[in-house]
T-cell receptor, first 115, second 117 residues
């Protein structure tokens, strides 16, 4: 158990809909990262938050957005869903900040299926 | 453009023997490298890491070697056990000049390791 929790575990929805994925980082971690794992692409970085502020952005679509709340949990919002958005979405956390090297610890993921 | 490459999709070894998993990278700005292990229906689990100032890091049965000039790293598992059967991901990150910290991870596509009893 990494200490990172994600809900829900599975999500099935229809095209055009909007969903919210939730992540709680490990106790003491200030950085939260979101990754997408699709069948043909492997793990792709989406976005990072550090202590409530956006820190880095990857290949995140404009239909997707995220935020980190004062209690440090994070939500990833996916809207106008398309079939191609079906994937595993992982959240990871790390200590973050000005510690040069720190490992990221991953949650169990949310499997999103868009029908 | 795949910046982290794991060219062999799978590897099968006998229990007790050495497993060597390879990884190549193209981005010379990468200065921190990690290996993750992943079982089906679970998130990646951190195994071992190495910074670019070192060429070797060891943790129990796991050793990571880094060859900066060749932009190559490898994970050695000795001795291999059936419980090591999983997908292994190599990942890399670069120091963010703005924050002074490492940020996003760039992953390879993974190698499926099978350890035969």
């Amino acid at each position: 158990d990494s200490g990172v929790t994600q809900t829900p575990k599975h999500l099935i929805t229809a095209t055009g809909q909007r969903v919210t994925l939730r992540c709680s980082p490990r106790s003491g971690d200030l950085s939260v990262y979101w990754y997408q794992q699709s069948l043909d692409q492997g793990l792709q970085f989406l976005i990072q938050y550090y202590n409530g502020e956006e820190r880095a952005k990857g290949n995140i679509l404009e239909r997707f957005s995220a935020q980190q709340f004062p209690d440090l949990h994070s939500e990833l919002n996916l809207s106008s869903l398309e079939l191609g958005d079906s994937a595993l979405y992982f959240c990871a956390s790390s200590v973050g900040g000005r510690i040069s090297y720190n490992e990221q610890f991953f949650g169990p993921g949310t499997r999103l299926t868009v029908l | 453009d795949q910046q982290v490459k794991q060219n062999s999709p799978s590897l099968s070894v006998q229990e007790g023997r050495i497993s060597i998993l390879n990884c190549d990278y193209t981005n010379s700005m990468f200065d921190y490298f990690l290996w993750y292990k992943k079982y089906p229906a679970e998130g990646p689990t951190f195994l071992i890491s190495i910074s670019s100032i070192k060429d070797k890091n060891e943790d129990g049965r796991f050793t990571v070697f880094l060859n900066k000039s060749a932009k190559h790293l490898s994970l050695h598992i000795v001795p291999s056990q059936p419980g090591d059967s999983a997908v292994y991901f190599c990942a890399a990150s670069a120091l963010d000049p703005q924050s002074g910290a490492n940020s996003k991870l760039t992953f390879g596509k993974g190698i499926t390791l099978s350890v035969r009893p």
